[in-house]
DNA sequence: CCCCTAATTCCACTTAGTGGAAATGCTGGG
DNA sequence: CCCAGCATTTCCACTAAGTGGAATTAGGGG
């Protein structure tokens, strides 16, 4: 036993912090607030674990305590984590308002967004509306990987060994329509690598085209165009299809003179 | 000595934990990457350990490393967090629609706060412009609490007790203009009791007005309208309040009927 | 190619964290 | 009003997990 003992951090990490997040990740969209029970029970965590996680992160302003009913909400310094985010990243600095003028002069969705975990997660989505007041803009929303153009676009960005680890997940996901829907993600990354992009409708009525932005020293992003109201169509689809790798080949132009 | 020990998270809680989130706010707005050193410097921690809390927070998605010039950057999942904590918040689900009307109605700003330490960050604030194309919400970004109309209203909103902790806090930072500022803040305090709002020109030729949203089971909120390209007058900071102190009003009514 | 700087790994030390068990504190029913 | 039942928090013996200074390695510039 030439390695008796592994030492902290070795590798792993630092546990604490490691749960600590994984307590903060637990509060998914549309929740409000969670007891140390559930919290407890999601993270699969002992609950006095739990309970001394949950006030540390009280105290470091990440969580507000519910005291009438024991429970705790995600507080607003996460967003201004997000804000950091958002104001930092180079690449949302550098096309954020090329893509806001893209959605206006063609009157449809402009999206970036990067992979988190097995989802996708908008850095920013341009939502078009022909009604000025209805236009809006939205980031941090989720959407699955595998089953949107800008998931699969993100997949195809993607070095070989990281790929095949995502769609190995996928398939532990949703072990019945698995082998249909890798063989469609496959597809779609083909589509990619022969045309630039690759178009899905993953929401009814909505057709979606993306493509990756894969720059060193930076993750791989996703760009994506999308229309709602629409039937899906091939000549609708190869038409977004050129707007989509004109524009990302104007994005990849500033990006690279930094 | 009754208490020889203390014990692990007895009080002060999860030291890694805390020591990682620290980590996570060193990137304030603007900054892009940091490399360990500089974080180990703002954080005041020995660089070994923020190597290895960095290394988690990579695993753990909430960081991005950067191979190339050893340093780190927020990754894409602190905003999908910071999403979560927006779309659980019963407090902007309940007025947000309605604050984007009021924007458009009386064609001025309007944003809604909550506290970060001695900032206070904005989970929405609705940008007015006469052109329908520059109007924008921007969440997440923070203004200083003891110089804003917003965070002064909070310091109105809060007892007695975390107020003056607060105050004490702010003497500490600036110690020049202490006096002064110090005397500016209580008047503005004075003036939500009175008034129902206060009002404060901190950046030029803008002025706002801001009032407490503090209901039980709720940290305490701020809301605020505000103006650009006016000058300071009592007339126009009045016209404001009585329409911050209505809007308000409506808004606590629907926030009490949960 | 080699020095210089900065990040990372090593490792002896021990404290900070762990989790089962006990205690505490709410809540709703009788 | 009190008590049963449940959830959360505190206690504490145990020790592995984490710490930080020292040694090492890895870049990058001259």
Redesign the interface.
């Given at each position: 036993m030439a390695q008796a003992r592994r030492y902290?951090?070795g590798v792993g990490?630092?546990?604490?912090?490691?749960?600590?997040?994984?307590i903060?990740?637990a509060?998914?969209?549309?929740?409000?607030?969670l007891g140390n029970g559930e919290i407890a029970e999601r993270c699969g965590l002992p609950r006095s674990t739990v309970s001394?996680?949950t006030?540390?992160?009280v105290?470091?302003?990440?969580l507000?305590e519910?005291?009438?009913?024991r429970s705790y909400?995600?507080?607003?310094?996460?967003?201004?984590?997000?804000?950091?985010?958002?104001?930092?990243?180079?690449v949302l600095n550098a096309i954020g308002a090329m893509m806001r003028a893209e959605s206006?002069k063609r009157r449809l969705n402009v999206g970036l967004?990067?992979?988190?975990?097995t989802?996708m997660?908008y850095?920013e989505s341009i939502r078009y509306s022909p009604r000025?007041?209805l236009r809006?803009?939205?980031?941090?929303?989720?959407v699955p990987m595998e089953l949107t153009s800008l998931g699969r676009a993100y997949l195809a960005g993607v070095a070989g060994a990281e790929r095949e680890r995502l769609l190995r997940l996928f398939k532990r996901r949703s072990a019945a329509a698995t082998k249909a829907l890798l063989a469609d993600v496959r597809r779609s990354i083909s589509s990619v690598e022969r045309d630039g992009y690759c178009a899905v409708s993953w929401q009814p009525a909505v057709l979606a085209v993306a493509t990756p932005i894969a720059l060193?020293?930076?993750?791989v992003y996703a760009l994506n165009m999308s229309l709602q109201n629409v039937d899906r169509s091939d000549a609708l689809a190869s038409e977004m299809g050129a707007y989509l790798n004109a524009f990302a080949a104007k994005c990849k132009e500033v990006l690279a003179s930094r």
């Open positions: 902290a951090g990490g630092n546990r604490s912090l490691e749960r600590g997040i994984e903060l990740r509060f998914r969209p549309g929740v409000d607030t001394r996680l006030r540390t992160l105290n470091s302003g990440m507000d519910v005291r009438a009913e909400r995600l507080a607003a310094s996460v967003i201004s984590v997000g804000h950091a985010m958002r104001t930092g990243s180079p206006a967004a990067a992979a988190d975990r989802m997660v850095l000025a007041a809006n803009v939205v980031a941090g929303q989720q060193d020293g930076l993750p």
